[in-house]
């Protein structure tokens, strides 16, 4: 479904990314995970159009988006929730939530979506005339995959959804990961969080200083003994 | 105490308001601009000050061709609209799209250029002179009463602006691109990966902006009834002021800064003298940016990361 071949991405002449090669099929949970700094935002960044590659190509199926506009990207089919969520912290919930639907014109059927991400997280439901910027860190999370998913995309891309949030609500998170998982949505999962990101995912890619440095399906690097002393502090 | 006379303060008030009304709607162009790509956007008085000229030539060629004064007014007004909403275009696809990475100093000055530019444009398409600005508003009789108070230019005024300002909040609260326009600013790269093309929604800033500042110069050159090339600098700067005042990039605050700058302004006129008039407002933005840069209902600045 999505192919990242030989990518470098650059911020002015700093070289981020180092010839990334990545694949995620339809219907997986695939994982990004590494430390600080390894590149994985902008990875995702790279995806979405928001960074520039200089080098190599990004194909969602089959078809190169890494020169086309953000918005083009969102249109395809592929949404973000980004690092830092992002909410527009002056705007309602209901607000955010419409301006996930953006680029979609089918009123009914966003009438519909909202209704099925209310029933995932009924607290949004309750604040939904609340501005965005007063949500705790969890609502705030909970309303950021919500306006991803407003977009419906085919590919959710998720950077460091558990990152400083309470383990029930990382529960939580990774659960309806796992069900809009089920119901067809392919998923492209950043974490730090190696240990919760391996078990939910099917394959993980591991990313050091901008390379990918291992990649397979998530057992086996569960069982990995260098990640196991890297990542999952083993 | 000394007796209050009512009447002259009513009289200031309504004058202030009046002024404040045009600052306002000039206001807002700068607000809404810097609120989406934080630019002081120098040339905005001049657009102010080209929609007040595109009043005059439709109202010249339409006085020729002997229309009511009413019709004058609105064909004027709208065909100000129009083409100060191309030029207000044109303005930001010239001298600022190509340094949206710049550093941030960069398209300050070209605004600064293009302003001069614009300016002696019109004084050499037209002319240096003052030139006289037909009457096209007509005497209501229900005014009659308090025509020392309140002019009928000044009610159309009133009225016109709070209209226009009334349909632009709800245009930005209710419509999809009102709501893309809030979020731009907000984060705009967060509302790029919603895929909002952060282009279109400057471009319409732009474009409102300016309309804004044409209803202000068609309104205020049929008020003073005379206009040159040069209107737009003073016009522009208070209503800049008056943009900090509310504190930049909040719309309403930009209301309310363009109100209470036009009274501050007439009462200290009044009260004290029309010399200190356009000294007052220099002062005021001085005395905002050193004690209170967010203005009355700015927020904090919050460093952009
Ligand atoms: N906007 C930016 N400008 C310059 N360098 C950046 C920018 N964003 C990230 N970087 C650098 O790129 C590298 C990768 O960052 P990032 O993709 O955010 O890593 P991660 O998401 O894995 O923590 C880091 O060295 C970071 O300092
Ligand atoms: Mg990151």
Not at chain 1, 67 to 83: A, F, N, Y
Not at chain 2, 3 to 18: A, K, N, P
Request: hydrophobic share 50%; aromatic share 8%; net charge neutral.
């Amino acid at each position: 479904m999505l192919e990242l071949k030989g990518v470098c991405t650059y911020y002015g002449n700093i070289q981020a990314l180092w010839d990334v090669n990545l694949t995620i099929n339809q219907g997986e949970i695939v994982t990004l995970v590494g430390a600080n700094g390894a590149g994985k935002s902008t990875t995702l960044m790279s995806i979405c159009g928001a960074a520039a590659l200089r080098r190599g190509e990004i194909l969602f199926e089959g078809q190169p988006i890494h020169t086309m506009r953000p918005d083009k990207i969102v249109r395809l089919g592929i949404s973000q929730v980004p690092e830092g969520r992002l909410i527009f912290p002056d705007m309602t919930v209901q607000e955010n939530l419409d301006l996930g639907a953006y680029l979609r014109r089918d009123t009914r059927n966003i009438a519909r979506d909202q209704e099925m991400i209310f029933d995932m997280f009924p607290i949004l439901a309750k604040r939904r005339t609340q501005a965005g910027g007063t949500l705790s860190g969890g609502e705030q999370q909970m309303l950021a995959i919500s306006r991803a998913l407003m977009a419906k995309p085919r590919l959710l891309l998720l950077d460091e959804p558990s990152l400083g949030l309470a383990p029930i609500i990382i529960r939580q998170i990774f659960d309806i990961i796992r069900q809009v998982n089920k119901e067809g949505m392919t998923v492209f999962l950043v974490e730090q969080n190696a240990n919760q990101a391996l078990r939910v995912a099917n394959r993980g890619y591991v990313m050091e200083t901008g390379r990918i440095t291992l990649s397979g399906p998530s057992d086996e690097l569960m069982a990995n003994p260098e990640v196991r002393k890297a990542y999952l502090g083993v | 105490m000394a007796d209050i006379d009512w009447h002259y303060f009513l009289e200031l008030l309504v004058s202030g308001v009046t002024k404040g009304c045009i600052y306002a709607l000039i206001a807002l162009g700068y607000t809404m601009v810097y609120g989406i790509i934080e630019l002081i956007n120098f040339a905005h008085g001049e657009v102010y000050m080209l929609g007040a000229f595109t009043g005059l030539i439709v109202a010249g060629v339409l006085g020729v061709m002997g229309f009511p004064e009413t019709g004058i007014l609105l064909i004027g007004g709208v065909v100000a609209v129009i083409y100060c909403s191309a030029y207000g275009f044109t303005v930001e696809k010239i001298a600022y799209k190509p340094l949206r990475n710049a550093t941030r100093l960069s398209p300050l000055i070209s605004a600064i250029g293009m302003s001069i530019f614009l300016q002696n444009y019109v004084r050499i398409a037209q002319t240096q002179d003052f030139l006289r600005y037909p009457n096209l508003i007509p005497d209501f009789a229900f005014l009659e009463p308090i025509s020392d108070i309140l002019r009928p230019s000044g009610f159309v005024i009133i009225v016109t602006s709070s209209l226009v300002m009334a349909v632009l909040t709800l245009f930005i609260k209710y419509t999809r691109l009102g709501k893309a326009m809030r979020a731009t600013a907000q984060n705009r790269k967060m509302a790029m990966l919603l895929g909002i093309d952060s282009d279109r929604i400057i471009s319409a800033t732009f474009i409102i902006g300016s309309a804004l500042a044409a209803v202000g110069g068609v309104l205020i050159a049929s008020h003073t009834q005379q206009i040159n090339f040069n209107i737009g600098f003073l016009a522009g700067i208070k209503a800049f002021t008056a943009a900090v005042l509310g504190g930049i990039g909040s719309i309403p605050g930009a209301m309310l800064g363009g109100i209470v700058l036009g009274c501050c302004e007439s009462f200290a006129a009044g009260y004290l003298s029309s010399d200190y008039e356009d000294m007052f407002a220099f002062a005021i933005l001085i005395l905002i940016l050193i004690f209170r840069p967010s203005g009355l209902l700015g927020k904090a600045k919050v460093q952009k990361v």
